[in-house]
């Protein structure tokens, strides 16, 4: 698992799209920072952080549906209390979004009564959508607009370009493509960002992905493990994947495991809702 001090997951155009970010914050009346609420801490971006500290910010800790319910709620708590607004919100569904516009609005209280007191017309608000990639940027603006005015999919990297989207009076939104930070220093970070797919799976080895994740779901989610896989304590790495393999049927010739499939197998499960929410990061590691 030594492999993640050398691993390339910050091509060139993240440095552009960085940029692009830095350019546009001045036009911003608020930010919306989206989290992916498996990984509250790994999917908080330290640039995104740094380019944003002076305007009002909003988190979103999306993908809710997926996450382990209670470790979501003592993360977002542990937000609140370093000052940030935030909510849960599940994008795809469209659950909370209508929440988002009052909180907006909330947020920039002040500045609204200000513009009204001098009779000026609220203007709509301009606000910018980050977060590392496919955390669910594109979807929640599609939800909000109702429309597909942008293109998603679940692999990183599918929002190219910057994109203004209309919200009706209110909203004025800029799509942004997805981006991560140049160096991490917890290794833990990167096989998260591996495992939920906000890197791409050929940048870290999908064994040691995989090691990782069964060794975590033993840790945290042994019950979980067992019963989907039918797993017991015992068993070690080698032995559990032999056991998918054997019970999925994802077998060579010769009735030989086919591991490919089997770390196929295990990262589609704890992708989608087979395995119920989880969570990777836990509120100790804030
Ligand atoms: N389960 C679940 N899936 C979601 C949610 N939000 C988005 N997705 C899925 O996550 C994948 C990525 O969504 P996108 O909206 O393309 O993500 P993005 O942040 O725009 O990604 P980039 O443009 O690559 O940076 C898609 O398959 C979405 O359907 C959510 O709240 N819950
Ligand atoms: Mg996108």
């Given at each position: 698992?030594?492999?993640?001090?050398?691993?390339?997951?910050?091509?060139?155009?993240?440095?552009?799209?960085?940029?692009?970010?830095?350019?546009?914050?001045?036009?911003?009346?608020?930010?919306?920072?989206?989290?992916?609420?498996?990984?509250?801490?790994?999917?908080?971006?330290?640039?995104?952080?740094?380019?944003?500290?002076?305007?009002?910010?909003i988190l979103?800790f999306?993908?809710?549906?997926?996450?382990?319910?209670?470790?979501?709620?003592?993360?977002e708590?542990?937000y609140q209390?370093?000052?940030y607004y935030t909510l849960?919100?599940?994008?795809?569904?469209?659950?909370?979004?209508?929440?988002?516009?009052?909180?907006?609005?909330?947020?920039?209280?002040?500045?609204?009564?200000?513009?009204?007191?001098?009779?000026?017309?609220?203007?709509?608000?301009?606000?910018?959508?980050?977060?590392?990639?496919?955390?669910?940027?594109?979807?929640?603006?599609?939800?909000?607009?109702?429309?597909?005015?942008?293109?998603?999919?679940?692999?990183?990297?599918?929002?190219?370009?910057?994109?203004?989207?209309?919200?009706?009076?209110?909203?004025?939104?800029?799509?942004?493509?997805?981006?991560?930070?140049?160096?991490?220093?917890?290794?833990?970070?990167?096989?998260?960002?591996?495992?939920?797919?906000?890197?791409?799976?050929?940048?870290?080895?999908?064994?040691?992905?995989?090691?990782?994740?069964?060794?975590?779901?033993?840790?945290?989610?042994?019950?979980?493990?067992?019963?989907?896989?039918?797993?017991?304590?015992?068993?070690?790495?080698?032995?559990?994947?032999?056991?998918?393999?054997?019970?999925?049927?994802?077998?060579?010739?010769?009735?030989?495991?086919?591991?490919?499939?089997?770390?196929?197998?295990?990262?589609?499960?704890?992708?989608?809702?087979?395995?119920?929410?989880?969570?990777?990061?836990?509120?100790?590691?804030?």
């Amino acid at each position: 698992m030594s492999q993640t001090k050398q691993i390339q997951w910050f091509p060139g155009h993240m440095f552009k799209s960085l940029r692009e970010i830095r350019e546009k914050i001045k036009l911003m009346d608020i930010v919306m920072i989206l989290l992916d609420s498996r990984l509250p801490y790994a999917s908080m971006n330290p640039e995104i952080m740094k380019i944003t500290q002076h305007k009002p910010v909003i988190l979103l800790f999306n993908k809710m549906d997926l996450a382990d319910g209670e470790i979501l709620a003592l993360s977002e708590k542990k937000y609140q209390e370093m000052g940030y607004y935030t909510l849960k919100i599940d994008a795809q569904s469209g659950k909370n979004v209508d929440k988002i516009h009052q909180l907006a609005r909330d947020v920039l209280k002040d500045k609204i009564q200000k513009e009204e007191s001098k009779g000026l017309k609220i203007r709509p608000f301009r606000t910018m959508i980050l977060g590392i990639p496919n955390v669910g940027k594109s979807t929640l603006i599609n939800q909000l607009s109702k429309s597909s005015a942008t293109k998603t999919g679940n692999t990183p990297g599918v929002t190219k370009a910057q994109q203004w989207i209309k919200l009706g009076d209110t909203f004025e939104m800029l799509d942004t493509p997805g981006v991560l930070w140049p160096k991490f220093t917890d290794p833990k970070v990167g096989y998260h960002l591996a495992i939920t797919g906000a890197i791409k799976d050929r940048i870290l080895p999908e064994d040691d992905v995989c090691h990782y994740a069964l060794d975590f779901l033993k840790t945290y989610y042994p019950k979980k493990l067992y019963q989907r896989y039918q797993i017991t304590e015992a068993m070690d790495y080698v032995s559990m994947l032999d056991q998918i393999g054997k019970l999925r049927g994802a077998l060579l010739k010769g009735a030989e495991v086919d591991y490919d499939r089997v770390y196929q197998i295990i990262l589609t499960d704890i992708r989608g809702k087979q395995l119920g929410g989880l969570s990777f990061d836990r509120p100790e590691t804030l």
